[in-house]
């Protein structure tokens, strides 16, 4: 079974995670709520249990 996490960039640009993790079409759900008021979503695989790389944070906290 695969697992997905989400990370977003606020207003402010802090990028946050999420605390659980998702199926695809719940992340995807959960995406479309986040993509209203963030700059940016994105939906990440992770493996159960694990966190979203902290290449991903680093990436979308340089994104301008």
Do not use: F, H, N
Not at 3 to 30: C, F, I, N, P
Request: hydrophobic share 40%.
């Amino acid at each position: 079974m695969k697992t997905y996490r989400l990370a977003w960039k606020m207003q402010d640009g802090a990028v946050r995670t999420s605390a659980v993790s998702y199926s695809m079409s719940a992340a995807e759900d959960r995406r479309e709520q986040l993509a209203v008021t963030c700059t940016a979503v994105r939906v990440v695989e992770v493996p159960i249990g694990q966190d979203i790389p902290s290449a991903v944070i680093k990436e979308m906290s340089a994104e301008g």
